[in-house]
């Protein structure tokens, strides 16, 4: 029996994680619920599962739990709470499907004990990739990747030698956009950007799919978690998201993973490594499908993409200020404050304007802290313009 532990279970992987433990009740136990906002539901899950462990945010949702839970767990509060939960003895494996750079707690954390790290979140490995390496290393845990494309690819190196990997290819769905004329994108709402044609995910990864900004963090994300640099990492539309990513090999072979888009695969995948459960889910039916097309990114139309690989080689902290500025652009195209095409406007301008106020180390507190400096700074942006 692995016990295991959702960061940020009220969200969408959070939830697709916990349907997946709840069909294998013999092989897994929740020992550990962690939410930001959505008590209710939190409350709901904890009394489902009766969980041990809980974290919330705040020391008001701490008092409102204790009163309304029909049980009595330990409930602990804020970044203390996840170090601590995440270090607990007797956690196998963490699922983290916390939103933002507050993954970084879980993962590095639990890195550093040893645990297995079932890890949805990006931002972490866009932010702070190398103190995650280190932390890998030095406390001699496994980090699972439970993005989709880096899933696919996770299971294709188990069939291929790496030195005889030319080069990565990961898919991107290309969002509502791709097809639109560059002209239009200057009319895109939020609704419309809200709309994902293939994957159903939270707001902040959904509008990040629609500039392509996810796939430029996913390109990165690849760099930091097998080592491919930005010249052997290829990003190429195919709409049909049913392949996953390929690899292709010195003599020129290609390999491909294909599955249906379900978020539960991945999760359930980083669960069982290197067995695979059982899973009751639809699968792909190919004589179904109609067709399989795969296109080049029109980097006009997708500017945050060239960004992506321009920070990756460029290095930290620029992974980083890229994916803080986004956090607050995204946040301002969905309030309106912002049209969809300054996002990449405003990107680039907080890239090549932020200043740094010392040199920074690559810790905890002072990637927390750099991420706070530019969020303020690209907000500050906003209202200047
Ligand atoms: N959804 C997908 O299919 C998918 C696929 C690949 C990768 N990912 C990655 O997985 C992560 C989660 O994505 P998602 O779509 O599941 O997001 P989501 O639906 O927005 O859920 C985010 C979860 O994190 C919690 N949370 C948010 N901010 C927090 C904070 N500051 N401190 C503590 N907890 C916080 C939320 O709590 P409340 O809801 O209670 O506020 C919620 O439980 C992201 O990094 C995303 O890029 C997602």
Redesign the pocket.
Known sequence: MKRIII????????SSALSIVDQFPDKYQIIGL?????LE??KVQAETFRVPYLVV?SEEGRKWLQANLNYKPEIFVGDEG?RVLSQLDEVEVLIV????I??LIPAYYGLLAGKRVAL????SLVCAGNLVNQALLSGGGELIP???EHSSLFQLFCCERRSYIRKIILTASGGPFWQWPLEAFEKITPEMALRHPT???????TIDSATLM?KGFEVIEANQLFGFSAETIEVLIHPQSVVHSLIETVDGSLFAHLSLAD?RLPIAYALSYPERLNLPLKTLNLAEISGLSFHPVDISKFPCLKLAYEALKAGFPYPLILESADEVLVEAFLERKIKFTEIPLLLEKTLNEFKFTKAWKETVEEILTLHSEVKAFTEGMIHKR
């Open positions: 960061f940020g279970s009220t969200g969408s992987i959070g962690t939410a930001r906002s959505q539901k939190l945010e996840l499907g916390i939103t933002g507050k993954g949805a979140n990006k931002e439970v993005d989709s994957w159903k995910m939270g707001p902040r990864i996810n978020m």
